[in-house]
């Protein structure tokens, strides 16, 4: 019998976008996968993004995000333009600005589908999209002294 699409469970959901934020606080990896929870969800992708210690092979110090006004309305507007793509039934995207450590967590992303190959693409193109267009800054103080910021956009 072939496998047909008619389930509910197969579209994606009515109001999928289900948690989106800019944060000075710690993120929590469990918020947002449970903000993605869904029983027609046969597949949850979630990403993690950490500060790690080094950067085109000079050791970092320091690091620090900054973000524009409007970060979190673009970040919303990233994650509707995934949802418009993919069968999304839950959504959740976080980043946090202010002053992090080596090991903290900068961003924590997840998409839930009715499938895992439509979960992993939708979760590759919100941290994508989120990355190359959402107003956030990364200023990298590193072991030599020298300085660099990097921009989303």
């Not at 934020?21 to 993690?48: K, M, N």
Request: one cysteine or more.
């Amino acid at each position: 019998m072939a496998a047909t699409n008619d389930h509910p469970g197969e579209q994606g959901a009515q109001e999928p976008v289900k948690l989106i934020g800019i944060r000075e606080t710690p993120l929590s990896v469990d918020e947002v996968f449970r903000a993605v929870g869904d029983d027609a969800a046969g597949g949850t992708a979630l990403f993690v993004g950490t500060v790690r210690n080094h950067d085109g092979g000079a050791d970092v110090d320091r690091l620090g995000y900054s973000c524009h006004p409007s970060a979190e309305a673009e970040l919303r507007r990233v994650a509707e333009k995934v949802v418009a793509d993919f069968p999304v039934r839950a959504l959740a995207a976080v980043h946090r600005v202010g002053d992090l450590r080596v090991g903290d967590l900068a961003v924590v992303v997840a998409v839930s589908c009715p499938h895992r190959g439509e979960a992993f693409d939708a979760c590759r193109r919100l941290i994508d999209d989120l990355k190359h267009e959402v107003p956030i800054w990364k200023h990298q103080t590193f072991s030599d002294g020298t300085e660099e910021w990097v921009g989303a956009c």
